[in-house]
């Protein structure tokens, strides 16, 4: 069964930063593309990052680039993403998402999602 | 970067009647385009991919149409349970992004 935990999620003040992981199990890891998504309170859902299956590729939504850095352990089944020079905007609950597609491209479609980490960046 | 624009905002319907949810594209996404369900404090689930594929345990009364622009997601005979937020998705291939509607209330 496949499973999806995030953790890392908490209370940090704006320019602060804050490091979220995801723990995978159920499936061969390094097969699929994965992804973050947010979704701020009582709004809709916002891709934030994608990184290939060998961790080699990268992609990143504008409102993050630059700030925001996805990374993945093959070895531990474990995505991660690193999050520098949080604004307010940046509250969400952040979820890890499994790529649709076996060997998929950077764009996917998401059939797991984990149950998500609320960030509130605020002084 | 493409937008996708659903509509209503808000449906009210009984169990039992159909549902229809339209997502139109600002430019066209062939059939790149999903669907999700999200009930209160969960996650999104996959229903639709690739416009029209169910995805994996979704009962058949789910079912999507469209391309190019125009989307729709189609619920027969509504169960309680149906009663959720549905967002459409698009993915484009190069370079690889994401965009979601802005979701549709199924309310009773």
């Known amino acids: 069964e496949v499973e999806l935990v995030e953790s890392g999620g908490g209370l940090v003040q704006p320019g602060g930063s804050l490091r979220l992981s995801c723990a995978a199990s159920?499936?061969?890891?390094?097969?699929?593309?994965m992804t973050w998504i947010r979704q701020a309170p009582g709004k809709g859902l916002e891709w934030v990052a994608a990184?290939?299956?060998?961790?080699?590729?990268?992609f990143y939504a504008n409102s993050v680039k630059g700030r925001f850095t996805i990374s993945r352990d093959n070895s531990r089944d474990t995505l991660s993403l690193q999050m520098n020079s949080l604004r307010a905007e940046d509250t969400a609950v952040y979820y890890c998402?499994?790529?649709?597609?076996?060997?998929?491209?950077?764009?996917?479609?998401?059939?797991?999602w984990g149950q998500g980490t609320l960030v509130t960046v605020s002084s | 970067e493409t937008a996708l624009t659903q509509f209503p905002a808000t449906l009210s319907l009984s169990p039992g009647e159909r549902a229809t949810l339209s997502c139109r594209a600002s430019?066209?996404?062939?059939?790149?385009l999903a669907w999700y369900q999200q009930k209160p404090g969960q996650a999104p689930r996959l229903l639709i991919y690739?416009?029209?594929n169910r995805a994996t345990g979704i009962p058949a009364r789910f079912s999507g149409s469209g391309s190019g622009t125009d989307f729709t997601l189609t619920i027969n005979s509504l169960e309680p349970e149906d009663f959720a937020v549905y967002y459409c998705?698009?993915?484009?291939?190069?370079?690889?992004?994401?965009?979601f509607g802005q979701g549709t209330r199924l309310e009773i």
């Open positions: 998402a499994k790529g649709l597609y076996y060997s998929g491209s950077g764009s996917e479609y998401f059939d797991y």
């Open positions: 159920g499936f061969t890891f390094s097969a699929y593309v």
């Open positions: 990184i290939s299956g060998g961790g080699g590729s990268t």
């Open positions: 430019q066209s996404v062939t059939n790149y």
């Open positions: 690739d416009a029209s």
């Open positions: 998705q698009q993915r484009t291939n190069w370079p690889p992004s994401v965009t």
